[in-house]
């Protein structure tokens, strides 16, 4: 069924807005704008479910859920009331105290957890975001291990902080950028397990610190693993000492529609000793993250200096605690489920009907990609670029993933309806029949 797509006008920016322009370029620091989304300014005012509205009053239907973050909708109520039940009781404390929200949230994330087969139990380090869960997770390791030697896989993304940036290796620039700094970080490919094994027997000598993995690599243009990778690699890595951690930071708390946690899913099957999630915790709700660890790595690091100001925040605590009761009582993943196998049918067709246009979808639940046609990786970055731009006109907004950026994220929040994917569908196919690339 086909919708009608409005396509939007740019209007005379009126005071407010150019102020905002004006404030932003003028005080915020320059380094902030290279990941801008558009090479115009782009003001956004609201949001309501999957859908923003700019301040034009213009509406978009968000296929990014802002960098995941969004799993459960702009403005849920469940989420709203209880940080701001929370925020009127006790806005902050430090974890130097105790409190109800942190605690119980510790203990409800566990019990979303498969247990472990070598019997220990989970323990949560509550911390900001998901950068900074990263970093902590290695640092660790290395702790618990006594080791240095740390592994992830190209076209990985785990952050651009501390030690989550020397892990990241998203094209030529991150890996320059950051490689002099973390010298003791190993890339290898993905899906080659022989490049792993011999990494690690001749370049450490067979003992590693550990190894780190995105059940599917997002940011780096949506790359699943063959069937039983992740396994082989893990017990590869175990072998030699080292620990196992899986980056749910994106792909936790049902987005891949199939499993809770992509580490569950049915192409990976493996209990790791580690998780980093962030992301869609909070639905929006900022200084949010954390590191899950069996017991007996998190006791390894009691002793090491590590603090963070605002980890284990109440009013961040309770804002995640009712993001897993909507999951629950909402079906979210059953509906990432339902709508992800939608989006996969009918992307796949647009790749057939327009293939000098989108050349692959791939992905699974609400974490796919569709990737822009290019006779070279320089002319894919280009029309996708294009094509990215000319998306707002119809009422679309899409993040672009890759180390070329060429290919369209689709990772809206979680309640996204029937309705709106085929009318996000209906706008893909009708900006690629509107274009000649």
């Not at 998203?170 to 950051?178: D, F, L």
């Not at 869609?280 to 006791?299: C, F, L, T, Y």
């Not at 796919?368 to 894919?380: A, D, K, W």
Request: net charge neutral; hydrophobic share 35%.
């Amino acid at each position: 069924m086909l919708h009608q797509i409005i396509k939007h006008t740019q209007r005379n920016l009126h005071s407010t807005s150019r102020n905002i322009i004006r404030n932003r370029q003028k005080y915020l620091a320059p380094s902030l704008r290279t990941f801008e989304a558009y090479d115009t300014p782009f003001i956004l005012s609201r949001g309501d479910k999957y859908n923003l509205w700019d301040e034009q009053n213009n509406k978009y239907i968000d296929l990014l859920g802002q960098n995941l973050c969004v799993s459960v909708g702009y403005g849920n109520r469940k989420v709203i009331d209880a940080a701001t039940a929370q925020m009127n009781k006790l806005s902050h404390c430090t974890t130097m105290y105790y409190n109800e929200q942190s605690a119980n949230l510790a203990k409800e994330i566990t019990e979303l957890l498969p247990k472990r087969d070598d019997g220990e139990d989970w323990v949560v380090h509550l911390v900001n975001d998901g950068s900074e869960a990263v970093d902590l997770a290695v640092q660790m390791a290395r702790v618990y291990t006594g080791r240095p030697e740390f592994y992830s896989l190209h076209k990985a993304y785990h952050g651009l902080h501390g030690y989550a940036a020397g892990l990241t290796a998203i094209g030529k620039s991150t890996q320059e950028s950051y490689s002099s700094m973390f010298s003791s970080i190993r890339h290898v490919c993905a899906n080659d397990i022989e490049s792993l094994r011999n990494s690690i027997l001749y370049g450490t000598g067979g003992n590693v610190a550990g190894i780190i993995i995105e059940p599917l690599q997002g940011f780096g243009g949506i790359h699943a693993l063959k069937d039983g990778y992740m396994k082989d690699t893990f017990e590869l890595v175990k072998k030699a000492g080292g620990v196992t951690i899986a980056d749910e930071v994106q792909t936790g708390y049902g987005r891949c529609g199939e499993s809770f946690w992509g580490f569950q899913m049915k192409n990976n099957d493996v209990v790791p000793d580690m998780i980093t999630i962030a992301k869609g915790m909070g639905n929006g709700v900022g200084i949010i993250g954390a590191v899950v660890s069996k017991r007996s790595i998190a006791e390894a690091f009691t002793d090491k200096m590590f603090f963070n100001t605002y980890g284990a925040n109440p009013m961040s605590s309770a804002a995640a605690r009712a993001v897993i009761k909507v999951m629950k009582e909402d079906k979210i993943m059953e509906n990432c489920n339902e709508q992800g196998k939608l989006f996969k049918k009918e992307l796949t067709k647009l790749c057939h009907k327009y293939p000098d246009v989108y050349t692959d979808a791939r992905g699974t639940g609400l974490f796919q990609g569709l990737e822009i046609y290019g006779n070279t990786p320089e002319v894919s970055q280009q029309n996708a670029y294009m094509l990215h731009k000319e998306l707002l006109k119809y009422g679309v907004i899409a993040g672009r993933g890759s180390a070329q950026g060429n290919v369209f994220r689709i990772q809206p929040p979680m309640c996204i309806t029937t309705d709106a994917v085929n009318t996000v569908v209906d706008a893909l196919d009708n900006l690629a029949n509107d274009t000649r690339l």
